[in-house]
């Protein structure tokens, strides 16, 4: 039977790659290097995982990917190549929102207590992607989110984790929380950058 769980947190500049071999044993984190002219890392490192764990395709159970708001490259690529792993191996998918992982991130390090709080991401021209929290237990629940008027900030809220990512993949799954890889989309607060300035030149019946 699979047991194996993958996670991919690719939102952001740096991305990174998470397993856990089986349950109850400890989960590893990969770094993913920054794409080049010529290579995207994502699978690369993927495979470096798997082969170091002795994982193959048919041992997933599931596959987790945060899926925004972040980097329109970094959530395509990610989202696409969760969606292909899932199609091919017939592994469950888990779409886990990216704020929720910034918040699992900062209760695993001891930043963030419980009670509510609200996560900032995808900030530009004084609106941002506002994610109302409740964290319990260290575990962060989404109570509410959307595109909502806010101050211009230094960046990104992180910090930023496959192994968050993973273990909020491995309990929304256990609540039945997965999704069809035909119906995973990733979180666009905006229209991507290319395709505003494309309609800018063309209008928008040039797509």
Known sequence: MPEAFLAIEASQRHASV????????????????????????????IDEACRAAGIGPRDLRAIAVSCGPGGFTGLRVSCATAKAIADATGCALVAVP????????????????DGPCAIQLAQKAGSAWVSEILV????????????????????????????????????????????????????YPRPAEAVTLWEARHGAKGR
């Open 136 to 187: 319990e237990d260290g575990w962060p629940r989404l109570v509410s989110a959307g595109l909502r008027d806010a101050p211009a900030g230094d960046g990104p809220e992180g910090p930023w984790s496959a192994l968050a990512c993973l273990e909020l993949g491995e309990a929304m799954l256990a609540r039945g929380e997965s999704v069809d890889p035909l119906h995973l989309l990733p979180i």
């Open 18 to 45: 998470a397993l856990r071999a089986a349950p109850g044993e400890p989960a590893r984190e990969w770094p993913v290097p920054a794409p080049d002219a010529d290579h995207d890392h994502l699978m690369a490192v």
């Open 98 to 113: 990216s704020a929720l992982v910034v918040a699992r991130a900062r209760a695993r390090s001891g930043g963030l207590c």
